[in-house]
């Protein structure tokens, strides 16, 4: 089992999706987004090597949590190590979201090795670059305009992006 290249993790997160999360922030990510708030987690060299059931340890100990986060860097950058975590995750009945600099388009295209194998356990994405130009601090889970907040299960099935609606990721 490939291991995860690890920038940091957080126990009980708020801000990176609905409820209490695990948020995993993933070292390494090609996008380099002018602004970004996670620059530290750019470079792809190695910094903290787990595997998936060091990581799932970690998830399970909490019986409050809503869901798990995956962040970064970039997620879908280590979609092959990532899926033995998605498998468990999903199998702990949690949610699971991702953010990604890269647009559902793209992650289901085949372009990057392993992310719609990774994107079929997700049940949210939170996709596109971050633009400084379109950032706002009012906006929920997501840091510029052009970010939308994705239903993957429903997207899949349709075969394009489709938008949460009514539910407790873009409610205020």
């Avoid at 595997?51 to 970064?72: A, C, M, Q, R, Y």
């Avoid at 559902?104 to 596109?128: H, K, M, N, Q, T």
């Amino acid at each position: 089992m490939k291991k995860i290249n690890v920038s940091g993790t957080v126990g009980e997160s708020i801000t990176d999706g609905p409820g209490f999360r695990f948020t995993l922030f993933v070292q390494g990510c090609p996008h380099h987004c002018e602004g970004c708030h996670n620059a530290h987690t750019w470079d792809f060299t190695e910094k903290t090597l787990m595997s998936p059931d060091e990581i799932f340890e970690k998830i399970s100990k909490n019986p409050i949590l809503d869901g798990v986060t995956l962040s970064g860097g970039e997620p879908f950058s280590q979609a092959e190590a990532l899926i033995p975590l998605a498998k468990m995750i999903k199998g702990a009945g949690l949610e699971l979201a991702a953010y990604s600099g890269y647009t559902f388009e793209r992650l289901i295209s085949g372009e990057v090795p392993f992310a719609a194998e990774l994107l079929s356990y997700c049940d949210v994405l939170v996709d596109g670059p971050f633009v400084l130009k379109e950032r706002s601090l009012e906006l929920k889970f997501k840091g510029s305009h052009n970010q939308r907040i994705i239903d993957v299960k429903a997207s899949l099935a349709k075969g394009e992006a489709v938008l949460m609606e009514g539910n407790r990721w873009n409610k205020d």
